[in-house]
């Protein structure tokens, strides 16, 4: 595990751009060339016990972080926390596992089969949080992980790594509001996810996102390669509660939508 919470997140950050080649262009597009900060990045795991969302959390509890709150996505099949840093400016983690156990049997299987191929020292690594797949895969599995959760599918593919950062608007220099952001993505071609509309969330929630939908990259399988959705990046922004501080939780039905920018159809 890594003993500085900066050093966890620069070398979760060089992988990410490395798997969302907008990324960079992104960030140089609303940064100006000047540094971002970034309100959470999230990640993504199965609920098997080698591997599961507590499994993940550890490396962040150990660096300070503490649970917050937990959310249900229950046609997904999905659960998830998101954990908060005692200095404020680190960026919040949004951690969410996938219900094995709900799906079918082969879906069930095929999971454990790969779960089984992690090393279990492996998931305490410094690096664990961004070593990606840890089994081997081949595409007709891929396909029938596909047909029962894109979420599963996505898990397999690309294992351990940051699935998004996300710009903290509240912190970005020349903006104000959602739509100013997501109508520079588009004037730089980027695309949005637009499942539920382009803004997910309204101030009255407290937090209004949005997202570009997955860079697709050459993700190599033990038969092929393919071009798939990788990675996206997200844009949120916060709102005071009563007490004047910003609202520091998720939204479950903005999430939702948002779990769909790595859509593959
Ligand atoms: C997480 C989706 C939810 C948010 O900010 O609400 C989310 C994911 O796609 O893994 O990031
Ligand atoms: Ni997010």
Redesign the pocket.
Known sequence: MHTDVNALFAALWQDYIEMTPSAAKVHKLLGKGEAIIND?I???TFNLAKVNLEVLAAHFEALGYVACADYNFDKKKLR?KHFEHPDSTQPKV?I?ELLVEEFSPQLQVIVKDMVEQVDAAATKAENFLYSGRHWKLDFVTYEKLLAESEYAAWVAAFGYRA??F?VSINHLPGYTSILEVNDTLKQGDFVLNAVGGEVKGSPAELLE?SSTMADRIAVTFDDKTVELPSCFY?F?LRYPKADGELYTG??AA??DK??E??NVN
Request: aromatic share 14%; net charge neutral.
């Open positions: 959470h999230a990640l993504r998830a949004f969410s699935n998004h996300t996102q997200e949120a998720f939204v903005s999430a948002i779990f920018s790595t």
